[in-house]
């Protein structure tokens, strides 16, 4: 089993910046987790996949969206996985989700599937706003 845990949510204005973090702690023998990705969704639509990274080689995906403002970063000694967002924007509102993956496939947009995901975690809240 695989739980994950984010952290970092809030309220900032315009502009500004917040770093989300995903601990991520697992129950017995644990070999199928290949990458680690960040997804986001706003009420009544659908869950958007944000950013994910490789474990293997540290290769790392964007969504067109937030390509120049979002890196994210891993340190497999915390087993925590990072997503820092700066220059953000009213529309980058939403539930921030991290999820674990065997397989990581991405989407048209460059960011990662999120049918590949095979455990979520309960997301932390982003407000953009003035």
């Known amino acids: 089993q695989v739980q994950l845990v984010e952290s970092g949510g809030g309220l900032v204005q315009p502009g500004g910046s917040l770093r989300l973090s995903c601990a991520v702690s697992?129950?017995?023998?644990?070999?199928?987790?290949?990458?680690m990705g960040w997804f986001r969704q706003v009420p009544g639509k659908e869950r958007e996949g944000v950013s994910a990274?490789?474990?293997?080689?540290?290769?790392?995906y964007y969504t067109d969206s937030v390509k120049g403002r979002f890196t994210i970063s891993s340190d497999k000694a915390k087993n925590t996985v990072y997503l820092q967002m700066n220059n953000l924007k009213p529309e980058d509102t939403a539930t921030y989700y991290c999820?674990?993956?065997?397989?990581?496939?991405?989407?048209?947009?460059?960011?990662?599937?999120?049918?590949?995901?095979?455990?979520w975690g309960k997301g932390t809240l982003v407000t953009v706003s003035s």
């Open positions: 697992t129950s017995g023998r644990v070999t199928s987790i290949n990458a």
């Open positions: 990274i490789h474990g293997e080689d540290g290769t790392t």
């Open positions: 999820g674990a993956m065997w397989a990581l496939t991405t989407t048209t947009s460059g960011g990662p599937n999120k049918y590949g995901v095979d455990y």
